[in-house]
């Protein structure tokens, strides 16, 4: 199972960095990434990275604020999120079952998801 964390409170134009290691085996795949979801909406992308070369795709939501890495030593994907805004608010949940190539996912339909990480920014 994957495990997010790292969420909390933080003020609008604050920062917080999630990771993400799965419980119990390493990254296999080829791509992991980052979802959200807003209370009351369904969960939409918001990064993913491909876990061999590192290349990164971010949404345009949260292009120029938000950065995928990875650590293969840790076997831990991280999402750090700059200059926080209000409607960044949501849990964030990490995946690691994405296909080739590295895209846009917000057509991705699950595999199992873990348990997320609550985010919220006052403003």
């Known amino acids: 199972q994957l495990q997010a964390c790292g969420g909390g409170l933080v003020q609008a134009g604050g920062s917080l960095t999630l990771s993400c290691t799965p419980s119990g085996r390493t990254f296999s795949g080829y791509g992991m990434g980052w979802f959200r979801q807003h209370p009351g909406k369904e969960r939409v992308f918001v990064a993913a990275?491909?876990?061999?070369?590192?290349?990164?795709y971010h949404a345009d939501s949260v292009k120029g604020r938000f950065t995928i890495s990875r650590d293969g030593a840790k076997n831990t994907i991280y999402l750090k999120m700059n200059n926080l805004k209000s409607e960044d608010t949501a849990v964030y949940y990490c995946?690691?079952?994405?296909?080739?190539?590295?895209?846009?996912?917000?057509?991705?339909?699950?595999?199992?998801w873990g348990q997320g990480t609550q985010v919220t920014v006052s403003s």
């Open positions: 995946q690691d079952d994405l296909s080739y190539p590295l895209r846009d996912y917000s057509d991705y339909v699950g595999g199992s």
């Open positions: 990275i491909s876990w061999r070369l590192g290349l990164k």
